[in-house]
């Protein structure tokens, strides 16, 4: 039987080599024809001897615990349907769902003794909802309609039930909605570096911490037609002419802002600085003791390129090396690649000196361990969320634990379903955000419309 199918196989292939050479086209339509006649009929050749086969020996020892596999057919199946990955969306949780996320609930992990704990955090979001239009759609899609006014009553509503959530957490099932975003939710971290600087350059200190440049331009392309509201180009005038920000090569490598004279600080490491730019604000310490907040002030618009990434590609790190103290130990090691590494990011970051902060999109101060970084499309700031999570440093085997978070702060990394919790400032911060890369599964909190609200 299989001798048959070679010699079948044989034929055809010494037909077609012999016969494209003529080239007409009408012929190879014709050519086409016959291959097919010929291959239906070997396989129908095959399909008639499959009937008369041996019987199979049936397996024996170990094979029994394997799962049967039935014979492959020769006849090639039908080529499945390309399944989407599932789309974006919200689900509804029950009141059994409710519970089983409230059982784990843990304001301790947060830091926090007591729900009132969270009451300024809370208005600062109110605050911020306020000046949003109550009527327009904050969230906008066939799984979850819902208004900046309805995050405005949420907000509101949990900052009224605060007395009573310490004696009586069931009345967040009772009086929210929960909508869970799906499919599941990266959680990542950043934090405040405390980083040690100068005011003046010297040999211990020959990094400089850049301010806005003079000669950075911003347009708001919304002005110039609806479809790129919310988008922003940023540049700069040479020659009368637009080009792009220079990027990061161009700026730590050749220089190109040392005349500008917009230093703010000088630090002892490159990498502090590369790392500062990522988490968008730390502190800095100055040799007088004098702590600084140095704070987001501008970018230069080029692309972001995860560093990480490009040492897994590069065969340097494995994912699961992956971390932000891996990288930072891997530069160490290596102080002959940090500037061509570094420089693989084009994105830069400029800073301004504050007396208090981090400051987050909102333009609140931002609560350690509560206020979450989000992409507004998917999450809107001013949500409030319940995330559950396993957090870095967890014993094995432990459940995940449940977090209250605030949006209050957006990045330029943070897409689709994506969330970034601020870890506050110091060494136990510095490591959940450089260790913390997890599934997890994010819950909206939204006010249960009564009858009133509905009518």
């Known amino acids: 039987m299989q001798e048959e199918f070679q010699n079948i196989t044989r034929f055809m292939t010494d037909f077609s080599r012999l016969y494209v050479p003529v080239g007409a086209v009408l012929c190879r339509i014709r050519f086409r024809a016959i291959l097919e006649v010929l291959v239906l009929m070997g396989l129908a050749v ?17 094979d029994l615990l394997l799962p049967a596999v039935s014979e492959p057919s020769l006849v090639p199946e039908p080529a499945p349907e390309m399944q989407d990955e599932e789309p974006p969306g919200y689900v509804r949780l029950s009141r059994k769902q409710k519970d089983t996320m409230l059982a784990s609930l843990s304001l301790q992990r947060q830091k926090m003794g007591s729900w009132s704990d969270l009451r300024s955090s809370l208005e600062r979001s109110l605050t911020y909802l306020r000046s949003k239009p109550a009527d327009e759609p904050a969230v906008q899609s066939d799984d979850l309609t819902c208004s900046w006014g309805d995050l405005k009553a949420t907000v ?6 605060l007395p009573e ?3 009586h957490p069931d009345r967040l099932r009772d009086d929210f909605d929960w909508y869970m975003l799906n499919p599941s939710t990266l959680m990542t971290g950043y934090y405040e570096p405390l980083i040690h600087a100068s005011p003046a350059p010297c040999p211990e200190y020959p990094y400089p911490l850049y301010g806005l440049p003079n000669d950075l331009q911003v347009a708001d392309l919304g002005t110039f037609h609806p479809r790129w509201a919310g988008q922003k180009l940023i540049y700069r005038i040479e020659n009368g002419k637009i080009h792009p920000y220079p990027s990061r ?3 730590d490598s050749d220089g190109v802002l040392k005349e500008q004279g917009v230093e703010i600080a000088w630090v002892r490491d490159l990498v502090d600085v590369f790392f500062l730019q990522i988490q968008g604000s730390g502190r800095l310490i100055f040799p007088d003791g004098t702590v600084r907040h140095v704070l987001y002030n501008g970018k230069n618009g080029r692309r972001y390129v995860s560093l990480g990434r490009v040492l897994i590609n590069k065969g340097y790190m494995s994912s699961d090396q992956m971390s932000m103290q891996g990288i930072r130990t891997f530069l160490k090691n290596r102080p002959e690649m940090v500037k061509d590494l570094l420089n693989t990011n084009p994105s830069y970051v400029f800073f301004k000196l504050g007396h208090d902060g981090p400051y987050g999109a909102m333009g609140v101060p931002l609560t350690p361990l509560v206020s979450m970084a989000s992409d507004p499309a998917r999450v809107p700031l001013g949500s409030v969320l319940l995330n559950s999570v396993t957090l870095p440093g967890a014993e094995e085997g432990l459940p995940p634990i449940v977090l209250l978070g605030l949006a209050q702060d957006h990045g330029g990394a943070i897409k689709g379903d994506h969330l970034d919790l ?5 060494e136990t911060a510095a490591f959940l955000a450089g260790h913390m890369q997890e599934q997890a599964r994010v819950c909206i909190l939204v006010r249960t419309k009564d009858e009133a609200d509905v009518k």
Not at 422 to 426: E, I, N, S, T
């Open 46 to 62: 095959l399909l008639g001897c499959q009937k008369h086969r041996a019987p199979q020996i049936q397996p024996q020892g170990i």
């Open 156 to 161: 509101g509503e949990l900052i009224a039930l």
């Open 165 to 167: 959530l310490d004696a």
């Open 249 to 251: 090569k161009a700026i």
């Open 422 to 426: 601020f870890c506050g400032a110091g």
